[in-house]
């Protein structure tokens, strides 16, 4: 998912469903990955091949692929997973810049 890491998405299914279905959606996401990094270069050459074929750019289809992918997730993120800290428990962070002048 757009900026995620493993450590947050088990985090997420952590707080958010009973242990036996976290631990399900643990497995779950751990085979993601390892499927993502075995057919992810499948994937990239081919559409590096077909590119070159037929625009002459390796990096055409790959770029607009990946993009359409990165678009995909954010638009998934935004409009299917709710927040899970409830409002009451939220602080508003102020950040203060504290210039040096010289």
């Known amino acids: 998912m757009s900026n995620f890491n493993l450590i947050e998405v088990e985090d997420f299914?952590?707080?958010?469903?009973t242990v036996l279905f976290a631990l399900h959606q643990q497995a779950l996401v751990g085979i993601a990955y390892s499927f993502g990094f075995i057919i992810g270069p499948v994937i990239g050459a081919v559409f590096a091949k077909r590119s070159s074929l037929e625009s002459g750019n390796p990096y055409l289809l790959p770029a607009l692929f990946a993009i359409?992918?990165?678009v995909a997730d954010i638009l998934?993120?935004?409009?299917c997973l709710k927040e899970t800290l409830p409002k009451e428990k939220r602080v508003i962070l102020e950040i203060q810049c504290k210039c040096i002048h010289v």
Do not use: A, E, Q, S
């Open 13 to 17: 299914c952590d707080h958010n469903y």
């Open 68 to 70: 359409t992918l990165t």
């Open 76 to 79: 998934f993120v935004y409009l």
